[in-house]
Structure formats: structure tokens, C-alpha cells
């Protein structure tokens, strides 16, 4: 058996796609008006990884979500429709996330989603400040990258031992890969990558889907 990975290009590319996942008509749906937001379209998950991502909230039986950026809500919605989990979807933009609004009521999962719009670093301070710590299942990230580390490090306060932090953008591009890419967003990827490799506090394990994706089990 191979150790390597394998490569998705061409017919393989092809037959991952027809292959790899079940996609909700609401989800296809929404992922296509996404689409047509051109070059911002870019910071929706893939299919699969929301596919995966509804996977591991179902398997956990989680009931309690946080997720530190939304956009147009394409991971929120593969998450509630893939648990009975409520969520706390945490954002700053009211036009993306208008988006998705419309969507999560589409699928009939709004009532299980509540949205602030005051951003990664002042929800997590609030939700600890009310008492929130050790209640959280499952954490996703995926908002500006130079405040990864503040979310992660929020994240494992706000999760109970047990829970899971999932955090998305960790191969960014390749970029975190190349010791000559060095700006802001590269180099809080690469301290991230990093620190949780040595981090005792969580186990964990870096996928190669889509644009890298972390989970990391808090420990205790």
C-alpha cells in the first residue's frame, strides 16, 4: 500500500467529485449563488469538506456549536443539517450573512442558528464572561487568519474536554509551505500549524481537504 498522497487532478478529480459526497439541494442551491460573488466566492468551504464536516457533528451527536466566521453560510447549514445541534454562528459582515439567513431558513434549520455579527475576539470574550466555558461540542474556524491563534485558544476555553476544534485554511494554498511567504496571514498559519503540533493540551490530525483542515480533541 502506498504512503503517498494521492493526487486529485484529472480523472481522478472526476471521479472524487461524482464519488465523494451526498450534497442537500439547499446546500447546492446556496453554494451557487455563492458562486456568483466572483473572487469572495473563494472563501466558501468545498462541498466535501461540508459533507465531512456534517459527518463529524452527526458521529459526535453534538449540541452545542460555535463557528468563528459564516460568510454566506455554507458550513453552519452542512453542520445543523447533518445534527440536531444549536448553533452560535459568529461573523461581522450583515450582506454575507443575509445570505445566510435566507438559506438556513430555506432548509428549515434557522430556528437552531443564531447569528451575531460582533467577530471572533468579542464573541469568545462575551460567551466566556456569561458563563459559556466548557459548553461548547464543536468549534470551526474560519475567519481572519492573524487572529487564529486568539480563536483557537478561545476556542479550547469554550469547548468542554472532549470537544473538537475544527479549523479551516491550514495549507493555505501551499503558502505555509514556502519559508519565502512571510506576510501576516501565512505567518499566523504556519505559528499555528506549529504550536499545535506540540500542543499537549488536544490530540489532533491536519487533512489534506480542500485548503487543509484541522481538528484537534481537547484533552481535558
Request: aromatic letters at 8%; glycine letters at 10%; proline letters at 3%.
Amino acid at each position: 500500500m502506498s504512503t503517498e498522497m494521492v493526487s486529485i487532478t484529472g480523472k481522478v478529480a472526476d471521479y472524487f467529485r461524482s464519488h465523494a459526497y451526498r450534497e442537500h439541494p439547499v446546500l447546492a442551491e446556496l453554494r451557487a449563488e455563492t458562486a456568483k460573488l466572483g473572487g469572495d466566492a473563494q472563501m466558501q468551504i468545498a462541498p466535501e469538506q461540508g459533507a465531512f464536516m456534517g459527518l463529524i457533528a452527526g458521529l459526535m451527536n453534538v449540541q452545542r456549536i460555535l463557528e468563528i466566521g459564516t460568510f454566506t453560510g455554507y458550513s453552519s447549514l452542512a453542520m445543523a443539517l447533518g445534527s440536531a445541534a444549536e448553533v452560535t454562528a459568529v461573523d461581522v459582515s450583515p450582506e454575507w450573512t443575509d445570505v445566510a439567513r435566507r438559506y438556513w431558513a430555506k432548509a428549515g434549520v434557522d430556528k437552531r442558528i443564531a447569528l451575531r455579527l460582533d467577530g471572533g475576539i468579542a464573541a469568545i470574550a462575551n460567551l466566556l464572561a456569561t458563563g459559556k466555558a466548557g459548553s461548547f461540542d464543536l468549534c470551526f474556524i474560519d475567519a481572519d487568519k492573524a487572529n487564529y491563534d486568539s480563536y483557537y485558544e478561545g476556542a479550547l476555553k469554550l469547548l468542554r474536554p472532549g470537544g473538537l476544534v475544527m479549523i479551516d485554511n491550514v495549507l493555505w494554498g501551499g503558502d505555509v509551505a514556502d519559508p519565502k511567504k512571510n506576510d501576516v496571514d501565512t505567518s499566523a498559519l504556519k505559528a499555528l500549524n506549529t504550536k499545535i503540533k506540540a500542543d499537549s493540551r488536544v490530540t489532533f490530525c491536519l487533512l489534506p481537504i480542500a485548503d487543509g483542515l484541522t481538528l484537534a480533541r481537547k484533552t481535558g
